[in-house]
């Protein structure tokens, strides 16, 4: 069974600040995805990592995928309040006997504040 | 363009009352899967559809039931609330993985549902 952890699950941080939030999980797979949840608002996509190596930047958020360690991480480069929200990791399996759909596994998500 | 639609946003509901979430896309997406979401578990997987007439179980299906007559919809019904029941659930749909896609999830703005 896949599990997925998220670390840490509560970040405060000050704006300007510099951090990173973990993804680990524990089977093979090449295909990864971070949301962001605002309070009581809907998920939204941030980034699609599909391979070994993935890199994908949107402002202030950068993420990567490590297959290998199975490991992801979301880089957080000089926070600004309106990036205080909730963030998921979400991690793909393929399954053949899944009418060649993905199940996705959620991690327990990292509420991030940032601070002034 | 709407979207991922749910409704209600919010109900309560007494143990033992049944009910049905109704979740609709216009998106074309054949995939579609209900989650549910629980302070400190992330989102897990309820059930899901690869198309219309086909369902099956995700993580946790006991005490729901799902039905896929037409592309678009895909209500989750409560057969006997029970308060374990109270949580926001979640529709999301995105394209089948067996075309050429990202596979990301498109999320509804969720429906908040108390059981006493």
């Known amino acids: 069974e896949l599990k997925v952890e998220q670390n840490p699950l509560f970040l405060s941080m000050q704006e300007g600040k510099n951090y990173t939030i973990y993804c680990n999980y524990s089977t093979t797979s090449d295909r990864l995805y971070w949301y962001r949840q605002d309070p009581g608002k809907s998920l939204e996509s941030l980034f699609v990592?599909?391979?070994?190596?993935a890199v994908k930047q949107e402002g202030r958020l950068m993420a990567s995928l490590d297959t290998k360690a199975r490991l992801s991480t979301l880089h957080i480069t000089a926070a600004v309040h309106d990036l205080s929200a909730t963030y998921f990791c979400a991690v793909a399996l393929y399954l053949i006997s899944n009418f060649g759909n993905e199940k996705l596994t959620f991690g327990t998500g990292t509420r991030l504040t940032i601070i002034p | 363009n709407a979207g991922v639609t749910q409704t209600p946003k919010f109900q309560v509901l007494k143990t033992g009352q049944s009910m049905t979430l109704q979740c609709a896309q216009d998106m074309n997406h054949e995939y579609m899967s209900w989650y549910r979401q629980d302070p400190g578990m992330g989102l897990r997987l309820i059930h899901y559809s690869v198309g219309a007439g086909i369902t099956d179980q995700g993580e946790v299906p006991n005490g729901y039931n799902v039905s896929r007559s037409t592309t678009e919809d895909f209500p989750l019904r409560l057969l006997s609330a029970a308060p374990s029941q109270t949580s926001v659930y979640f529709c999301?749909?995105?394209?089948?993985?067996?075309?050429?896609?990202?596979?990301?999830?498109?999320f509804g703005e969720g429906s908040r549902l108390t059981v006493l």
């Open positions: 990592l599909l391979s070994n190596g």
């Open positions: 999301a749909s995105s394209y089948s993985s067996w075309r050429i896609n990202t596979g990301e999830l498109f």
